[in-house]
């Protein structure tokens, strides 16, 4: 064959068929192949379960619009009519909180005025939610509905409130949603005439309810105020006649000069206090010398209180006594000359005594008077401290009666008021509510009734379509979930965190001859370049068709080799989870490939129990392993060339033995495969399943290395993470896996 056409018939089949690992794929980061991976893997499910999505999202849909058809067969169109009006207050509570503002800010000016009138206008007191409930309550409706009952029996209060609509006309401002006060009132129904009835009623009902219940509201407000003002005026009278006393009694009208006035009266009478006292301790003094003078007959005294008076008197004594001092000398003392001084002489000191009795008596009268008028002025002052000491008292319940009498006025002033507007509101009937917009059925342009419940069809089949193809990509995504098995070389690799050796393909050719039931040998042949350097040689395959695979087992044995390049793989097993995964095949080719290149390889089929190998190649099997092992037989009787590979040797099983596992770990299996290592390059091993048999586990743990075959869309995750759990925890080495039967 022409290099060329090889060479570019090698170059198109990798690029139409093979997915296989390279060096630099074992060597990728597993950052970057998540990355990739998670993208191909939702990519992988949708076109793997393409089918399920489809045929679940189309049975959905199918189902899901025939439920919206048969729905909108049955769907009823209806129209709708509406009034509008202008809401007032119930309560004349707004109009008098904006008189109450303005009587009680007189100084207001016009600016200040409008800015009332534009709060008022954009903060309505009515609350209109709540409205919106009362008019649409039980209490309210019924008598309502019992009049509309008269022509239609079977209208409830259900009916009404459910199809009944209350709501506030908007507007926008600045970019905001501003209120007004008018109400739209709107009825939906499918017959135009009962709606148009249905209108006028409630109208007229509502309009007679609102008058009543404004009415009814004004009353109680004036009933209220009525009860309220007779205490509120007998308190106002009180206060007065309280605050007319204090005022009496503290002059308060001008409380700060009283006060002052208060401060100078007992300053006076503290002044005086002590000239009193002054005069007293004097007086008091002087009577007691005057009084011990009295008891020891001295009555010389007397001349101190009033000499004008008494000075004849004490002249006369001083005569007399000078008088008695000069007869002595010349009379006896029982004479009568000196008899008659004596008698002279005491006579004077006895008048004198009268008289010192007498001014003692006024000095002691005197001394009772100043006591008497220290007392008075004590009183007085005691009386003035006493005032001043309740003067702020005083004054703070002068102020908080006047206070509350402020307090008082003010609220009787606005009970007054709001009784003169209650009276003229209760008076005004026609001033709460008013029609705006007669009740009348909505229309469109040219006059027909514009029906409010239209069919959404359209939009319900397409949110059907949608929902349908979610759930079918819900569903299998699901699918895909519940199916533990591997769709693709990266899941494999992702879940078992070992490298990828290699992607075997599935060959077309090799597919149909399968299925004829015809065995299919390896058509592998080794040719040499006319150079004859074995570094030339190459692989090339009968069957173009059968190239990809052949191709595959190449970039395997390269990579296995790849692994350890210092210390080459001479001994290899092939292993799998379970059975019929083609770890065989795999074996198989794997040997011819390394053959091929110039390596002499003995390819032993240790799986005594089901043996194969002998099968795929065309040989007997009546000499093998098994007889070796149990028998004198010598290797070179045992051991089979290919006829068309020089280079491939072949041990089978041999016959079945009642006990493998005993044969397995004997010595005499050991030698062998030592032997085995000094007659070949490469040595490689097909064992049984690793899951239940102990055979691979044997033969695992005296080779170089252990690949795992997967098989595509068979193997399970569980069991394959199983497997190499138990091989991890014998300390194997497992060089990695390969992803078998890959489309």
Do not use: C
């Not at 630099?24 to 597993?30: D, F, I, Q, V």
């Not at 769907?75 to 509570?93: C, M, N, Q, R, W």
């Not at 300053?267 to 009295?294: C, F, I, M, W």
């Amino acid at each position: 064959m022409d290099k060329k056409l090889l060479s570019s018939l090698k170059n198109d089949l990798n690029g139409q068929y093979l997915s296989v690992p390279s060096a630099n794929y074992l060597a990728s980061t597993p950052a970057e192949d998540d990355q990739v991976l998670d993208m191909n893997w939702v990519l992988a499910v949708v076109k793997r379960r393409l089918l399920v999505m489809g045929i679940v999202a189309v049975s959905i849909a199918t189902l899901s619009g025939s439920f919206v058809l048969r729905a909108a067969k049955k769907s009823i169109t209806e129209y709708e009519g509406k009034f509008t009006v202008l809401a007032e207050p119930i309560t004349a509570d707004d109009r008098l909180s904006k008189l109450f503002v303005q009587s009680q800010n007189n100084s207001l000016g016009i600016t200040d005025l409008n800015k009332i009138k534009s709060s008022a206008e954009e903060g309505s007191s009515v609350d209109y939610q709540s409205l919106s409930r009362v008019l649409k309550s039980p209490e309210v409706l019924l008598p309502l509905v019992k009049n509309l009952q008269k022509k239609y029996p079977n209208f409830d209060y259900k009916n009404l409130n459910n199809r009944l609509i209350i709501q506030r006309v908007t507007f926008l401002r600045d970019g905001k949603q501003g209120g007004t006060k008018l109400v739209d009132i709107s009825y939906r129904d499918r017959d135009p005439k009962r709606i148009q009835y249905v209108l006028d009623e409630t109208a007229k009902y509502y309009l007679e309810y609102i008058d009543k219940e404004r009415l009814r509201v004004s009353k109680q407000s004036i009933d209220f105020i009525a009860r309220q003002m007779p205490p509120l005026q007998q308190k106002v009278d009180n206060l007065q006649q309280e605050l007319q006393i204090l005022r009496v009694q503290y002059n308060f009208n001008q409380p700060e000069l009283r006060s002052r006035s208060l401060s100078d009266q007992i300053d006076s009478v503290a002044n005086r206090r002590l000239e009193v006292q002054g005069q007293l301790a004097e007086s008091r003094l002087q009577y007691e010398s005057y009084k011990k003078r009295s008891l020891t007959g001295d009555y010389r005294w007397i001349v101190d209180i009033s000499p004008k008076s008494y000075e004849n008197l004490i002249g006369k004594v001083n005569e007399i006594e000078s008088q008695v001092a000069l007869s002595s000398t010349q009379f006896y003392e029982n004479s009568l000359p000196i008899q008659s001084l004596r008698e002279k002489q005491q006579s004077l000191r006895d008048l004198m005594k009268r008289e010192s009795d007498t001014v003692l008596l006024q000095m002691q009268s005197q001394l009772k008077q100043l006591e008497a008028r220290e007392q008075v002025i004590t009183n007085s002052q005691n009386s003035l401290q006493a005032k001043i000491t309740q003067m702020p008292q005083a004054q703070r319940r002068y102020d908080d009666i006047q206070l509350q009498l402020e307090l008082a006025k003010d609220t009787l002033k606005l009970f007054i008021e709001k009784q003169k507007t209650l009276q003229l509101d209760a008076g005004q009937i026609d001033g709460s509510w008013q029609i705006i917009s007669k009740p009348q059925l909505i229309t469109n342009e040219n006059g027909d009734l514009y029906p409010v419940t239209e069919k959404p069809t359209r939009r319900h089949l397409a949110i059907a379509i949608v929902i349908s193809t979610l759930l079918g990509i819900a569903i299998g995504f699901l699918v895909e979930v519940l199916n533990t098995v591997f769709h693709t070389p990266e899941e494999i690799k992702s879940a078992t965190k070992r490298p990828l050796l290699g992607v075997i393909p599935i060959a077309k050719a090799m597919k149909i001859k399968s299925r004829r039931g015809e065995r299919v040998p390896a058509q592998f042949t080794s040719v040499t370049s006319n150079t004859n350097s074995a570094s030339l040689k190459r692989i090339i395959v009968s069957n173009s068709k059968d190239f990809p695979v052949i191709e595959a087992f190449h970039y395997l044995y390269t990579n296995i080799q790849l692994l350890n390049a210092e210390h080459p793989i001479s001994s290899l097993t092939i292993t799998s989870t379970l059975k019929g995964e083609g770890k065989s095949t795999v074996a198989l080719y794997l040997a011819k490939t390394a053959s091929a290149v110039g390596k002499r390889v003995l390819l032993v089929d240790a799986n005594m129990r089901v043996p194969q190998l002998h099968t795929y190649l065309g040989l007997s099997n009546m000499k093998g392993l098994s007889n070796v092992l149990s028998s004198d037989l010598s290797l070179n009787e045992a051991i089979q060339r290919l006829p068309d590979d020089e280079n491939l040797f072949v041990l089978t099983a041999g016959t079945i033995p009642p006990d493998p596992i005993k044969l397995l770990s004997s010595k005499k299996m050991h030698y062998l495969m030592e032997q085995f290592l000094a007659l070949f390059d490469l040595v490689i091993y097909d064992t049984p399943p690793l899951m239940g048999l102990a055979d691979g586990h044997l033969l695992a743990s005296q080779t170089d290395g252990t690949v795992l075959i997967v098989k595509i869309e068979k193997t399970d995750r569980g069991l394959v993470n199983k497997a190499l759990d138990q091989l991890n925890v014998a300390d194997f080495n497992v060089l990695g896996v390969v992803a078998n039967g890959v489309k």
